[in-house]
């Protein structure tokens, strides 16, 4: 890294307030930046050309200075107290590590003062000058990237890694455009405007593009990187995770989308082309599926997409109101209709005249009711309770329940006429378990969600707890997977989620001991196998759709690449 770039590079930790000092093989200290000269009370000149004792009397030295034992590169790190010049005192992280040249001879040191901030880890292996300055910003709890000025990216640290799921590897040479898609397409403008006015842009909202697919809401600082005589050679972004906020945000104005919805299965993919069109129209819909699906958000999603978006979104959950209250509760009442109606009361049908209403659970709608509902639904009128009026309405109607009507209408439990009045156009939710090729994506989206609810960094998951939540059946479908998720987000006091952190009840189903209830019978497997019947169809069909990409269908799995082949040969899958 050159001279100029490298003087950029201690601004920008500058603007973090950490402090950066270059010693070379003589002890003499070469460079600093401003935070280490405001922080040991020193001038440019009292440091410059000063021996690196002298300057740091007031700091203790490493146990094993890296010039006194040139045969370790370790990062020296240690938490200290000391006096500045002007008497006050300071706690701060010390962090060190030996510049070697390529024959591992140590030409100098690099000494990283943290003064009270909340990063921990600032170096962790320094070679080189370019080494140092990179391996600090990969330490930060923020994603960082570079960019040169054709906006290709330069470096990536570890943040960023762990918000997208992209390596770095995969990244570097690549443009930045790769990480973003439909609204993160202004993070892009943002850089490009950086790069040709070199003004810094700040508070930049966006959305990245995750390896696994799952769109992350992101805020980020955009600053210009100049060379001595003002050109700009590259541009530095930071930016941080704003799931949490956003949902806050989404909860607070009842605005949904289609990426709030996880799937990339094919089933998943269909409902939501489906959804696409049939959320312009006006038509009845009813939305079939097992408890914890996802209808509610569904409904939610077409409704925030619908010509209605601006208008009321009023939910009723059939399940939930005594049967001698269901009438008044979504009907209304005029006053005098019985002992105690002193005025009238809307019901949910008037709250949601222009919008569209909900009817969750519509199965559990009493019989004597559902008369009254065919008739809301072709004429667009009612009578409130206790009125001779009619009133009429202008609402579409989406309805959603976990039975089969046509089963309760076999039984004479429901209406046939509703029945066909609801059915006009129909989306069925499959259980979690018909989709397993989605769990990958969808256990790390819930831990990103848990873990900004809760917050805590975003954790990483081991190969064994990933296993386990993969093989699991779901009788709570996503609602359950949920709760096991912040399950162990609670109990994870690392930085990893591991099989211990799991529910019990889950451990109890790992199969590990032999059949286990919520996992299949390991006898359907062959002999020679460690796996189960179900783990081996799951690896075949992501395989299958993403071409036989093993590094994709690793990601997608939760496991790298060499546990992926191992599994492969163990369950002997080949195109």
Not at 179 to 197: R, S
Not at 355 to 360: A, E, K, R, S, Y
Not at 397 to 413: D, F, G, P, Y
Not at 461 to 488: D, V, W
């Amino acid at each position: 890294m050159g001279h100029n770039l490298y003087d950029q590079w201690l601004k920008i930790l500058d603007h973090f307030n950490i402090g950066v000092i270059l010693v070379d093989n003589h002890r003499r200290i070469r460079q600093c930046n401003t935070s280490a000269r405001n922080l040991l009370r020193l001038s440019e000149d009292e440091i410059i050309g000063g021996d690196c004792q002298e300057i740091f009397c007031g700091l203790p030295c490493f146990p094993t200075c890296p010039f006194h034992d040139p045969e370790t590169s370790d990062v020296r790190d240690m938490d200290v107290e000391f006096l500045d010049e002007a008497g006050e005192k300071h706690r701060v992280t010390r962090v060190g590590a030996p510049l070697l040249d390529d024959q591992g001879r140590v030409q100098g040191c690099v000494t990283v003062l943290q003064d009270h901030s909340p990063f921990n880890e600032l170096v962790n292996r320094i070679h080189y000058e370019e080494q140092s300055l990179k391996i600090i910003l990969d330490s930060l709890n923020m994603g960082i990237f570079t960019v040169n000025r054709g906006g290709l990216i330069t470096f990536f640290n570890r943040a960023a890694e762990k918000v997208s799921g992209f390596s770095r590897m995969n990244l570097l040479g690549k443009a930045c455009g790769t990480l973003f898609a439909g609204e993160g397409k202004q993070v892009c403008q943002a850089l490009k405007q950086v790069l040709a006015d070199r003004i810094p842009a700040t508070a930049v909202r966006g959305e990245l593009l995750s390896f696994q697919g799952e769109v992350i809401p992101i805020s980020g600082d955009y600053i210009p990187l100049l060379n001595d005589h003002g050109g700009v050679i590259g541009a530095l972004a930071a930016f941080q995770d704003m799931t949490l906020v956003q949902q806050l945000n989404q909860a607070i104005k009842g605005q949904y989308h289609f990426h709030h919805m996880i799937g990339k299965d094919p089933a998943m993919q269909r409902i939501f082309d489906m959804v696409r069109v049939v959320a312009k129209t006006e038509s009845t819909l009813l939305i079939e599926g097992a408890t914890g699906t996802g209808k509610d958000l569904l409904a939610k999603i077409i409704h925030s997409e619908s010509n209605r978006s601006k208008r009321p979104f009023v939910k009723v959950n059939c399940a939930a109101i005594p049967d001698n209250l269901v009438e008044s509760e979504i009907f209304g009442y005029v006053r005098g209709a019985f002992t105690g109606a002193d005025r009238d009361k809307p019901g949910r049908f008037s709250e949601a005249h222009s919008g569209t209403i909900f009817l969750d659970e519509i199965g559990d709608l009493p019989l004597a009711l559902q008369a009254k509902l065919l008739r809301v639904l072709e004429d667009r009128e009612f009578y409130p309770l206790g009125s001779r009026k009619t009133q009429r309405v202008d609402v579409r109607i989406l309805s959603a329940t976990n039975r089969k009507l046509e089963s309760l209408v076999a039984q004479k439990l429901f209406r046939e006429d509703l029945f066909y009045r609801l059915n006009v156009l129909r989306i069925d939710l499959p259980p979690l378990m018909n989709r397993r090729g989605d769990l990958p994506l969808l256990i790390r989206h819930l831990m990103r969600k848990q873990a900004g609810i809760m917050k805590k960094p975003f954790p990483d998951i081991c190969e064994t707890a990933m296993e386990i939540l993969l093989n699991y059946h779901y009788p709570g479908n996503i609602r359950e997977l949920e709760n096991i998720i912040e399950h162990a987000i609670i109990l994870c006091q690392e930085e990893v989620i591991r099989s211990c952190h799991l529910p019990a009840y889950i451990l109890d189903c790992s199969g590990l001991e032999g059949k286990r209830d919520g996992f299949s019978d390991p006898s359907t497997v062959d002999p020679g196998f460690s796996g189960t019947a179900q783990e081996r169809q799951q690896i075949l069909d992501v395989l299958r759709a993403n071409r036989w990409h093993r590094q994709t269908t690793a990601n997608l799995l939760g496991m790298d690449r060499t546990t992926l082949w191992r599994k492969m040969r163990k369950f002997k899958i080949s195109p």
